[in-house]
């Protein structure tokens, strides 16, 4: 499921990149600002596993159905709310006011079409999170199947026969989450899984249950938030260094996303795995699968990191890149397959137990110090100062993955995170 969400971003790039290098870095900017909102509505859906899975450990469905009620409530508000504040032209031109004036007007029209989509992705991740939470992980993978075929078709129509060029690549995003939002919605009606929602209507706060949520959901969404927030931050000085550094960063981070796909899987099912251990009361087995998942983390990922590098430079030749951008996207994937798989899995797969279990402050509080005392600041160093580059990004990077893969470490060898209570 996650390879094909990733697969849905590639997908818009690749095909866009026909357009021209204006297109591709207009989807590239505002795709690192779609990419906080994404990973905002991610942690809320994370928080709606945890809560679920520990309901149903401790074989409470009553709880577990009131629960999802309120969170489908929560996501429908939070995200209406940011989709009407990413109507604000403004915005772009405040973060990325020095770009060119072509990518800008592809830029805005791009973002303004995607943003309507907030909901549905918000839907879809709760949704996909409730399916997790009984254990079901196959059919939201199957629904985000159909969405990739689905914008596949929609970008061939709209931004090759239609010749609407980024803006067709938005409609066609638009429609494919709308699709998967409705498919996933419409079979939580049909009996035969712990967690059943109807009558959407009829729900109404529960503000107790809610806040529960929150204080899951805001934490983790303010670490994934600033994370993201980090992120475009960095872009931005890239933004400075030319269309080049442009469009090789944005190939660059698709390849990173792909390579780590199969571990953030693996991370997202320790979530339910461990939530359903802690709300069963079995604190032993919690610590023992998180071990486990963690090195079942870092083979797939030697594996993926492997395979994603073999691929990079055929890729590239096909997506029509430049030699300027092709060379410098092959350095910073060279330096991402050889470090990658030492750092990142200690950093982020048994920090998704830790969080299962309800220590979700030290995480958010360890994740954002990391963010922006390493990633960014060293970042933003590098490219500014020493000029590296768009690499440059990529050391900030390493450094921030093995700071936090220590402090994670020690927090889950002292044992302080099984003595927080979610419900």
């Given at each position: 499921e996650q390879m094909?969400?990733?697969l849905m971003g590639m997908v818009d790039t690749l095909m866009v990149s026909r357009v021209g290098a204006e297109a591709i870095s207009a989807v590239s900017l505002v795709d690192s600002i779609n990419n906080l909102v994404l990973q905002v509505f991610a942690a809320m859906a994370a928080g709606a596993a945890i809560i679920c899975s520990q309901y149903l450990g401790r074989k409470d469905e009553k709880g577990c159905n009131d629960?999802?009620?309120q969170i489908v409530l929560t996501v429908v508000v939070i995200s209406s709310v940011i989709m009407i504040i990413g109507f604000r032209k403004p915005l772009l031109h405040l973060i990325f006011g020095s770009v060119e004036e072509a990518v800008m007007t592809n830029a805005q029209m791009y973002f303004l079409i995607t943003a309507l989509s907030y909901p549905f992705i918000a839907l879809f991740q709760a949704g996909a999170a409730f399916y997790r939470a009984c254990g079901n992980s196959k059919f939201?993978?199957?629904?985000?199947?159909?969405?990739?075929?689905a914008n596949i078709v929609g970008n061939t129509l709209f931004i090759f026969v239609l010749q609407m060029g980024a803006a067709g690549a938005a409609v066609s995003t638009l429609i494919s989450r709308a699709l998967c939002a409705f498919v996933v919605f419409y079979a939580l009606r049909k009996p035969g899984y712990a967690i059943q929602l109807k009558n959407y209507f009829s729900i109404r706060p529960d503000l107790n249950l809610i806040v529960k949520i929150l204080a899951i959901g805001v934490p983790s969404g303010i670490e994934n938030g600033m994370f993201q927030f980090g992120k475009l931050a960095i872009q931005s000085t890239v933004s400075s260094l030319g269309t080049a550094a442009i469009a090789a960063q944005a190939m660059t981070i698709i390849f990173e996303n792909v390579n780590g796909m199969a571990a953030v899987g693996i991370g997202i099912g320790l979530m339910t795995v461990v939530g359903q251990s802690i709300g069963a009361g079995r604190q032993e087995e919690a610590k023992y699968y998180i071990v486990k998942l963690a090195g079942y983390a870092e083979v797939a990922m030697i594996i993926s990191c492997i395979l994603v590098y073999i691929a990079a430079r055929p890729v590239t030749v096909l997506a029509g890149m430049s030699e300027e951008s092709t060379a410098l996207c092959m350095q910073m994937i060279l330096a991402i397959t050889i470090v990658?798989?030492?750092?990142?899995?200690?950093?982020?797969t048994p920090p998704n137990g830790l969080r299962a279990a309800g220590d979700v402050r030290f995480s958010m509080i360890t994740a954002t110090l990391t963010m922006w005392l390493c990633r960014v600041a060293l970042s933003i160093f590098l490219m500014r100062v020493v000029k590296t580059g768009p690499i440059g990004v990529w050391y900030g990077m390493f450094a921030d993955w093995g700071v936090r893969g220590v402090i994670f470490t020690i927090r889950f060898v002292r044992g302080k995170w099984l003595r927080f209570k979610v419900i």
């Open positions: 094909l969400i990733s629960a999802a009620k939201t993978m199957k629904t985000a199947l159909i969405a990739n075929v990658k798989p030492l750092l990142w899995v200690p950093s982020f």
